[in-house]
T-cell receptor, first 111, second 119 residues
């Protein structure tokens, strides 16, 4: 079983739609959680960190459920520029700072 | 700041050849790492370093060597290239809370990647 699992998609949605991505992780001792965004043939960039209390950044909302080992990302009012691959990322249980990446979920927003 | 730079951007090797992928950062980050990205596999950690003089293996270290003689540079060496090493390689760095803790801060900054093909 992969340490971080995501539905690879693709998710094809119209502009203005709300779309949600989910991710599960296997290590219950994981300490930090993130969503990264990766555009085609580019490097990943941090989209947002994910906190137990949930957090919001504009149209983006991230949630963490430690009991179920589940992370989500909600995008409201999708824009064409949101088309990208979204990577779910967790740190390991040790304090080395290593990141473990899911394979990513691809989003295509259509006009 | 240039951020994280990687050279070359593209490389084609023949099986058995060796080469070094260069990575440098000018943000005074202590933590640096190398990943490879293959279709359907996500990013996998090859090697990482929590400070100059300290390196450790990641998930897929075989066939690769690293060294960290300065804070700025973290080269990745392919000892004898194999077709299975065809991939996109990303270098990343982040602030560390300190060498003693070995803990990296949240955000890792990635270089633009090196696209390597081994024939």
């Amino acid at each position: 079983r992969k340490e971080v699992e995501q539905d690879p998609g693709p998710f094809n949605v119209p502009e203005g739609a709300t779309v949600a991505f989910n991710c599960t992780y296997s290590n219950s001792a994981s300490q930090s959680f993130f969503w990264y965004r990766q555009d085609c043939r580019k490097e990943p960039k941090l989209l947002m960190s994910v906190y137990s209390s949930g957090n919001e950044d504009g149209r983006f909302t991230a949630q963490l459920n430690r009991a179920s080992q589940y992370i989500s990302l909600l995008i409201r009012d999708s824009k064409l520029s949101d088309s990208a691959t979204y990577l779910c990322v967790v740190t390991g249980s040790s304090n080395t700072g290593k990141l473990i990446f899911g394979q990513g979920t691809t989003l295509q927003v259509k006009p | 700041n240039a951020g994280v730079t990687q050279t070359p951007k593209f490389q084609v090797l023949k099986t058995g050849q060796s080469m070094t992928l260069q990575c440098a950062q000018d943000m005074n980050h202590e933590y640096m790492s190398w990943y490879r990205q293959d279709p359907g596999m996500g990013l996998r950690l090859i090697h990482y370093s929590v400070g100059a003089g300290i390196t450790d293996q990641g998930e897929v270290p075989n066939g690769y060597n690293v060294s960290r003689s300065t804070t700025e540079d973290f080269p990745l060496r392919l000892l004898s290239a194999a077709p299975s090493q065809t991939s996109v390689y990303f270098c990343a760095s982040s602030y560390s809370g300190g060498r003693a803790s070995g803990r990296a801060r949240n955000e890792q900054f990635f270089g633009p990647g090196t696209r390597l093909t081994v024939l």
